[in-house]
């Protein structure tokens, strides 16, 4: 409450007497602090977007310094007609198809935004999806060990195959961004009751304890990954989850920093019968 004392004075500038108001300010106190928090947010909303902007154009420009370079040395080497190098070639393609890459990404998480990201539902086949987001990771593996385990029979789901491989592709392209090059990455898939479980396994750097449910926020990125030691805009997980949901499947991790992740896509099987998502870690 706020009190107000105000005294009466009399006509020969003595004390009569006084009015006092008992003001209840719970209401105004509330508003207050509804306001101050809606401030708060806001400013942190503007720091998380600033701080992108500087990553976004980073990770942007990175790979064209290069890529002209490239294509100088091309066109240096044309003009005095001597023999073009292909590996001139594929390295400028590497670095625009990593552009697209991170390109496709911002698209997607704004259609995302939007509720605009279309998928396509078709029966298909989880095992087939793998091998060939294994594939498509063929020119990154480096000196990573990649294990590979799945079931005999073809695992059969309903879902955006297309969709589906960009989900597998991120998380094989983060076990291998994030771990030392001379490691092991493990892929397994199996059958689990009414689901399809993909496990991608490193060992890597780890997430901290205290940042594994956020990391599939938009924009997010763990404290232990700085954008100068590992590239990236923190929408690979965002989007993937996205998918994964939109499929009644679910995605989860688990992580011990210094020793590496595991992250887990459970995806109903063609042949479920009204699967319920299963709450995450449940199966690992
Ligand atoms: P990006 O890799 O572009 O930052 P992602 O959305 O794919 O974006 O990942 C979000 C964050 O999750 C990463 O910045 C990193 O902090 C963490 N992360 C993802 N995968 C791994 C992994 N295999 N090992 C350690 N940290 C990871």
Redesign the pocket.
Known sequence: VRVHLAPCIGEHGEVEGGVGIVEDITEQRHAESERTRLLREAQEAIRVRDDFLTIASH?LKTPLTPLSLRLAGLERRLERQEPVDPALLRHARQHLMRLTALIN?LLDASRIEAGRLALHFEPTRMDMIVERALGSMDAERGQHRVDYSHPEEPVRIRGDTFRLEQVIA??L???L???PDISTVRVALEVRGEFALLT?S?E????PKD?QEQ??ERY??????SITS???????????RDIVERHGGRIW?E?ELGR??T?YVALPLLSAVNPTPPEPHALS
């Open positions: 990770e990404d991120n998380l392209e983060n076990a961004k994030y771990s991608v490193d890597g750097i780890g997430i940042q990391l599939f997010f990125r763990a404290r232990n990954v590992y590239g990236g805009l923190g929408l690979g997980l965002y989007i993937s991790v992580s590496g992740s992250f």
